[in-house]
């Protein structure tokens, strides 16, 4: 059995626990932050048997695309501490980042 780890950015929470729930995988949602934007983003706890391992990882890569987006950055103005000036740059957003762990043991009561 495999432990997925999936950190998934918020616009795709819903898609994905719904396309997993439809292939019968079991998925805890908590809700948690980003660090580089600052953005909801939220991680998903799926437990797998090894037979169905491809099949999770399949529909995360289905839903989860990287697309750009426009955010805002803060820019120090030169010459001057702590005083900052926000500039839009277009950076990589979605996507999943995927932690795989070995499951030892699986217990449900």
Request: charged share 15%; glycine share 10%.
């Amino acid at each position: 059995m495999k432990l997925i780890i999936a950190i998934v950015q918020d616009e795709d929470t819903a898609r994905l626990v719904s396309n997993l729930m439809n292939g019968g995988f079991s998925v805890t949602k908590l809700a948690t932050t980003g660090g580089f934007l600052r953005a909801g983003n939220t991680t998903l706890l799926l437990g797998v048997d090894e037979s169905k391992y491809q099949a999770a990882l399949d529909i995360i890569e289905k839903v989860c695309k990287s697309r750009k987006q426009i955010a805002t950055s803060p820019s120090p103005v030169a010459g001057t501490t702590g005083v900052y000036v926000p500039y839009p740059i277009e950076v990589m957003v979605g996507g999943a980042i995927l932690f795989v762990l070995n499951v030892e043991q699986f217990i449900k009561l």
